[in-house]
């Protein structure tokens, strides 16, 4: 059974850093992302060779993955009031990455942040 279980969201205020987890379990994909509700925010290809994200985040969020525990991260600094939202993990078993929300299957069931100014 598939499952990808988001955490790490949270409170925090303008200017702080978090750091959401996605555990993937029940099977390895090629393209995993995050997207606030059906925003895309950013994206990685299996190995993390390729990478993308939202102008919006560029140089403020960092999207990793570890293969040995099967886990994306997302490391998120400098937050903004407008990165409020629900973090949603997803994959895709199509080479990615994608920064599409249709080509992506498989979804967490979310995070929360919320950044107060």
């Known amino acids: 059974q598939v499952q990808l279980v988001e955490s790490g969201g949270g409170s925090v205020q303008a200017g702080d850093s978090l750091r959401l987890s996605c555990a993937v379990s029940g099977r390895s994909f090629n393209a995993y992302a995050w997207f606030r509700q059906r925003e895309f925010v950013a994206t990685t290809s299996w190995g993390g060779?390729?990478?993308d994200y939202a102008d919006s985040v560029k140089g403020r969020f960092t999207i990793s993955r570890d293969n040995a525990s099967n886990t994306v991260y997302l490391q998120m600094n400098s937050l903004k009031p407008e990165d409020t939202g629900v973090y949603y993990c997803?994959?895709?078993?199509?080479?990615?990455?994608?920064?599409?929300?249709?080509?992506?299957?498989?979804w967490g069931q979310g995070t929360q942040v919320t950044v107060s100014s």
């Open positions: 997803a994959a895709s078993q199509r080479m990615g990455p994608f920064a599409r929300v249709d080509v992506y299957g498989s």
């Open positions: 060779a390729s990478t």
